[in-house]
């Protein structure tokens, strides 16, 4: 059995990447179970391959035309092969055993479709902190739940970049919104308005702090696109949210 992680990459991405392995092979998962690591380029001048062994055949990487990294994330996943998805970006860091805790909950609880897990900020000097925002508390997310808290604050307070999702779920939401940012933020509440999901309190993921990312561009927080992309996320989840109600339960 497979756990598929998939990753974005761009250019100044490359970076990081060897630490991104170290940390995946770092992983130990329960018997039977392997995973496979899904890297897509974001353009074809990325060259990843030239950061990372060529001897593991658990790698598979593959380049396509420069989409942003939502888009980039959807077209590893339509490679992979794994029944349960993870993502990884490519700054960030596995915490030990995280791939694990996914598939335990994901096994021990049918009715769960995704899981989200505890953050930690990685500062440039090395440093962890506390993620920003406090957690809930770990168990069951009730669908809906994430909604209710991304409509009051306009920010999810699970965060997206933790994400391991069932195939046919993901499958079933078409991947990641292609925005040029918050795709996972709108994948979630995608996510949220058809399953319930599982917040693990243990720490899952190390996330990167530094001036390239996505999230430190002036244009993430505020301002017309800002605007666009929350209406749209919005939207999104509000359709499949109605959707869900008028099934049989």
Not at 6 to 32: C, R
Not at 74 to 94: C, E, H, I, M, P
Not at 222 to 231: D, K, N, Q, T, Y
């Amino acid at each position: 059995m497979i756990i598929s992680v998939v990753t974005p990459i761009h250019g100044e991405g490359t970076a990081f990447l060897t630490e991104a392995y170290a940390s995946l092979v770092a992983q130990t998962l329960p018997a039977g179970w392997s995973w496979e690591w899904c890297i897509q380029e974001d353009g074809r001048e990325v060259q990843a391959a030239a950061h990372l062994p060529t001897d593991d055949p658990r790698i598979r990487i593959s380049a396509s035309r420069q989409g942003g990294p939502h888009v980039a994330r959807t077209l590893a996943f339509a490679r992979s092969s794994g029944q349960y998805v993870k993502n990884l970006d490519s700054d960030d860091q596995l915490a030990p055993g995280a791939l694990a805790r996914d598939i335990a909950v994901l096994e021990a609880h049918p009715a769960v479709g995704w899981t989200t897990s505890r953050v930690l900020d990685l500062l440039e000097d090395g440093a962890v902190r506390s993620f920003e925002h406090s957690d809930p508390e770990p168990g069951i997310l009730p669908q809906g739940s994430a909604y209710g808290f991304w409509i009051q604050h306009r920010r999810p307070q699970i965060h997206p970049a933790t994400l391991c999702v069932r195939r046919p779920l993901l499958a079933l939401l078409g991947g990641w919104m292609a925005l040029p940012a918050s795709g996972d933020t709108g994948l979630l509440l995608g996510l949220d308005a058809l399953s319930s999901g599982w917040f693990i309190g243990d720490v899952g993921l190390l996330y990167r702090k530094h001036d390239g990312q996505i999230t430190a561009h002036p244009d993430h927080r505020a301002g017309p696109e800002w605007e666009a992309r929350m209406s749209l996320i919005q939207e999104h989840a509000e359709a499949l949210r109605a959707w869900s109600a008028r099934m049989p339960q």
